[in-house]
């Protein structure tokens, strides 16, 4: 029975733009497992009050259905042990690596593409996105990005654990490459998918790191739709 995935996307229902769905694709393409993606929007809770929750990714699996990227990426691991290891054992020393993109990266890269988002939306789906973005940041989404080529230099600042590990080993997963590295390309594609503001600098090590990963699984990240 074919997966189905639930993918937050723009007014072009190609372009799939969450940094939590863009983790659980390469999950899937790690574990060679197909899926078939299905856009969702942010007023359409509808679509996926069967989960019992109004967020994405959604996986639906036969009778299984799975909410949040870290609980779909274990359910993976625990449903097909047969195909390659998305953790390569015990799970526990990606937790660190997860909550921190949570906490760390995703909101230091919003300061910087928020505003971006509203282009590619749906014309219904942005007073619902601006109102709330801009009560959690409590000014406009337009002050928020304002500074944004002076703030860059602190998201860039904050990937120098990223750096270090890079300079040994040309994947975060070690030899190659896992969901260690999934969750920290899936932030980096959301803001791919959604701006056009340079993230990385050319000669950064991470920049190079993301260029391997662009190419994974016959270029899936590269492939992907952009603004």
């Known amino acids: ?3 189905t995935l639930y993918e937050l996307a723009g007014a072009d229902p190609d372009l799939r733009f969450s940094p939590y769905c863009w983790r659980i694709r390469l999950a899937l393409a790690h574990k060679g ?3 078939a993606g299905i856009p969702w929007r942010f007023t359409e809770g509808e679509k996926i009050a069967f ?5 994405v990714p959604v996986l639906v699996d036969g009778a299984t259905t799975v909410a949040d990227s870290w609980a779909i990426a274990e359910y993976l691991e625990r449903a097909y042990p047969d195909r390659p290891s998305l953790f390569g054992g015990d799970p526990a020393h ?3 690596l997860n909550a921190w993109a949570d906490f760390t990266l995703q909101p230091g890269l919003a300061r910087l ?3 971006d988002i509203v282009d590619i939306l749906r014309p219904e789906d942005i007073p619902y996105f601006r109102q709330s973005r801009e009560r959690a940041f409590g000014m406009t989404l337009e002050e928020v990005v304002a500074d944004r080529a002076t703030r ?3 998201v860039r600042a904050s990937l120098a654990p990223l750096r270090a590990v890079l300079r ?3 994947w975060l997963g070690g030899a ?3 969901y260690a590295d999934y969750i920290v390309l899936g932030s980096l594609q959301w803001a791919r998918c959604v701006s056009r503001f340079a993230i990385l600098e050319a000669d950064d090590p991470v920049f190079a790191w993301q260029a391997r990963g662009m190419d994974l699984f016959g270029g899936m990240l590269a492939k992907a739709k952009t603004p």
Do not use: N, W, Y
């Open 113 to 115: 593409i928020v505003r």
């Open 51 to 55: 989960s019992g929750q109004g967020k």
């Open 152 to 154: 860059v230099e602190t």
């Open 176 to 178: 190659a490459p896992d």
């Open 1 to 3: 029975m074919t997966i």
């Open 94 to 96: 990606l937790r660190f």
């Open 168 to 170: 040994h080993q040309d």
């Open 33 to 35: 497992l197909d899926c």
